[in-house]
């Protein structure tokens, strides 16, 4: 049985072995052990390692061996037992390279063979294994080398011998090269420029989009829209970004992030607080909705107080005033447009918002905690088209008329609810939103969208206050509308 090896004690001077002639192999008794070595259990092995040797010789073989380290020359141990030890040569440690390589010998293996003979020179930790045949064995090394080992034997001899691996280059990690990759590449800050360009881009749009005109198909507008999902664009350059192995759009990228966060990064916060005096919803409703019961029973399940539709068409509002008088006694209803409530309404009238028919009313509340105006709105749609881009003039002039008639209202509470094609950034909105808050912007949980309701993109049915506090808002489960339900509890 082979006798285990030695760890590496790190020790420069291993025992040494008397020198042998290199005329040939020494003689040996019957049992195969040299004639001037006594037969019994094998001796221990000298330790592996990086030792310098004082002289030189051969040997044969047939245990397992390793071997690595320094020096010159050829193996020092004959015989069954493992061919484990320090080379024999005058030799030295070799060249030392920059890198860090997984193994700490320097040299190649001395063969398969117990009797081989290893030298070479070079730069560069390294080690390898060699085989009997001559043929030098692989190593980790680091800088350029060179080295040769002869030797016979049946099974791996463990000769150690001097020389460098066979690797090249300035420093080695696992076989790669230092300075490889990120880390000391120059060229990551070089690559990737029209991505760094790209994540600028983004920024400066979310930056400046008031200032984007909308003269050429209310560009400015339609980006204002959307302007969340502007932050799409992120996770997308990071990709791209990662894949082409640029730290300049890395750092780039920080910059979109930092702003998209500034914008919309608090309505991810939990605004909404318990309490509150009056329960509100808003739905289109559609006017291709063919179940008014069961959105009835939706916006009646909220526990809204005031519930506000949008788009009543004539063939369904009969059914909808059947279905929401089971819960709320008092209603008014202007053109396609109504309000439902549980306390009694007063003062109702027509809001004009420059339009052919009525699309607007205001509704004053009288609840237990004193009264609130209230209005109900549905803008013009918007239209994405190919060659006139985004229109919306009519809808900018009807909401310049909707604020004019609520900066004239005489009561001081003051609740808007409606479909009002248009997000709280659009700039169109100013003459309402400059006076008003929004309910999921103030006390909401996430951007609260609500179209389309199939995958919702953007809040443009809003719920907006003046002089009462939001207390909660949160969206309603879909109806058979093309809109999701939106709520909201505020405090007087």
Request: with cysteine; charged share 15%.
């Amino acid at each position: 049985m082979a006798q285990a090896y030695r760890p590496d004690t790190g020790n420069d001077s291993p025992e040494a072995e008397p020198s042998r002639p290199r005329s040939g192999p020494p003689a040996t008794t019957g049992s195969g052990l040299p004639a001037d070595r006594p037969a019994g259990p094998c001796p221990p092995l000298a330790a592996p390692g990086r030792h310098p040797s004082t002289s030189q010789g051969s040997g044969s073989g047939h245990g397992p061996g390793d071997s690595s380290g320094g020096g010159f020359g050829g193996g020092s141990r004959s015989g069954s037992c493992p061919g484990k030890g320090p080379g024999l040569g005058n030799g030295f440690p070799s060249a030392f390279g920059s890198g860090d390589g997984p193994r700490s010998g320097s040299g190649s293996r001395s063969g398969n063979g117990g009797s081989g003979f290893a030298a070479g020179n070079g730069g560069g930790f390294g080690s390898g294994p060699g085989d009997g045949s001559g043929n030098a064995g692989p190593g980790d090394g680091s800088g350029p080398g060179s080295g040769s080992t002869s030797g016979s034997g049946s099974r791996p001899g463990s000769g150690s011998g001097s020389g460098s691996g066979s690797g090249s280059g300035s420093g080695s990690r696992f076989g790669r090269p230092v300075g490889g990759g990120w880390r000391g590449d120059p060229r990551v800050w070089r690559r990737g420029m029209f991505l760094a360009a790209l994540a600028v881009l983004v920024a400066l749009v979310m930056i400046f989009h008031a200032q984007i005109p909308n003269t050429v198909g209310n560009l400015g507008s339609l980006t204002e829209t959307f302007l969340p999902w502007f932050g799409l664009a992120i996770p997308l350059l990071l990709v791209l970004a990662l894949l082409r192995r640029s730290a300049l759009a890395l750092v780039a990228l920080l910059l979109p992030v930092g702003v998209w966060l500034n914008l919309f990064g608090g309505l991810y916060t939990d605004k909404s607080t318990s309490g509150g005096d009056l329960t509100v919803a808003t739905h289109n409703v559609n006017a291709e909705n063919n179940d008014p019961a069961g959105t009835a029973r939706v916006l009646a399940g909220s526990g809204a107080d005031v519930v506000a539709l949008e788009e009543i068409a004539g063939d369904n509002l009969a059914a909808f005033k059947q279905a929401m008088g089971a819960t709320y006694q008092y209603h008014a209803v202007e053109g396609t447009v109504g309000v439902w409530s549980k306390y009694p309404l007063s003062d109702t009238r027509r809001v004009d918002i420059r339009l052919g028919w009525a699309r607007a009313l205001r509704a004053t509340v009288a609840t237990p905690k004193g009264e609130v105006a209230v209005y109900v709105a549905h803008m013009p749609s918007v239209r994405v088209k190919l060659k006139a881009g985004f229109t919306a003039n009519q809808r900018d002039k009807s909401a310049d008329a909707l604020g004019e008639a609520i900066a004239r209202e005489p009561l001081r509470r003051v609740v808007l609810l409606g479909d009002l094609n248009g997000t709280m950034n659009d700039r169109a909105l100013n003459g309402v939103t400059a006076q008003m808050r929004s309910t999921q912007g103030a006390a909401g949980d996430g951007f609260g969208f609500s179209w389309p309701a199939a995958f919702p993109m953007a809040r443009i049915d809003q719920i907006m206050v003046r002089n009462v506090e939001p207390m909660s808002s949160w969206a309603l489960p879909r109806t058979m509308s093309d809109h999701l339900p939106v709520a909201a509890r505020v405090k007087f």
